[in-house]
């Protein structure tokens, strides 16, 4: 399989908390990286294999958008910008960020955008739950996850400038990059 030179990132998160602000900002700052938000990559692509109304949302057809993916995985410098991390496997990723937001500060988000009350509810009691961050740590390394606070620009700001420190280390410490074999 090889090796790749740069890290593989999963920003992940409730919807609205600023998983794509967060990507784009990190992205720009490091042109080095492509950023794929999953949803505008699987609609792109062919990967919706349904809608559940239920939700007013698309339903990824998971299994070709990991085959569509893998090449660019393996090759390093993805910023995978979703709701949900699970999905991908373990051996492609090297950092899980979380992003959380005050329920407050989430909910008024949500509701800009027009969701559906049944919507924001659903999100906001995900958000309470903790489900995003439960579900980053029961699928990854704990040591690879890291939980971010994004309410404001000084906090995304502050964030994007934490996650380019990391990828400073990740170079020092993988000068030869990675392996994307299983270990």
Same mark, same amino acid.
């Given at each position: 399989?090889?090796?790749?030179?740069?890290?593989?990132?999963?920003?992940?998160?409730?919807?609205?908390?600023?998983?794509?602000?967060?990507?784009?900002?990190?992205?720009?700052?490091?042109?080095?990286?492509?950023?794929?938000?999953?949803?505008?990559?699987?609609?792109?692509?062919?990967?919706?294999?349904?809608?559940? *109304?239920?939700? #007013?949302?698309?339903? @990824?057809?998971?299994?070709?958008?990991?085959? %569509?993916? /893998?090449? $660019?995985?393996?090759? !390093?410098?993805?910023?995978?910008?979703?709701?949900?991390?699970?999905?991908?496997?373990? *051996?492609?990723? #090297?950092?899980?960020? @979380?992003?959380?937001?005050?329920?407050?500060? %989430?909910? /008024?988000? $949500?509701?800009?955008? !027009?969701?559906?009350?049944?919507?924001?509810?659903?999100?906001?009691?995900?958000?309470?739950?903790?489900?995003?961050?439960?579900?980053?740590?029961?699928?990854?390394?704990?040591?690879?996850?890291?939980? $971010?606070?994004?309410?404001?620009?000084?906090?995304?700001?502050?964030?994007?400038?934490?996650?380019?420190?990391?990828?400073?280390?990740?170079?020092?410490?993988?000068?030869?990059?990675?392996?994307?074999?299983?270990?």
């Amino acid at each position: 399989m090889g090796y790749r030179k740069l890290p593989n990132i999963i920003i992940t998160g409730t919807p609205g908390c600023g998983k794509t602000s967060h990507a784009e900002e990190f992205v720009s700052q490091n042109p080095e990286f492509q950023h794929i938000n999953v949803s505008d990559y699987a609609k792109a692509n062919g990967c919706i294999e349904g809608y559940d *109304r239920e939700r #007013d949302s698309s339903i @990824v057809d998971e299994d070709k958008l990991l085959d %569509l993916l /893998e090449p $660019l995985a393996e090759k !390093g410098g993805l910023v995978i910008d979703w709701h949900c991390c699970e999905v991908f496997p373990e *051996r492609w990723i #090297d950092l899980v960020v @979380v992003i959380r937001c005050d329920n407050t500060v %989430l909910y /008024e988000r $949500l509701e800009k955008r !027009g969701y559906k009350q049944s919507k924001i509810t659903e999100n906001v009691e995900c958000e309470i739950m903790q489900v995003l961050l439960s579900e980053a740590k029961d699928n990854y390394n704990p040591q690879i996850v890291v939980e $971010l606070q994004s309410e404001d620009l000084d906090s995304l700001d502050s964030n994007v400038s934490r996650l380019g420190q990391w990828f400073e280390m990740w170079k020092e410490n993988n000068p030869d990059g990675v392996s994307n074999d299983l270990e």
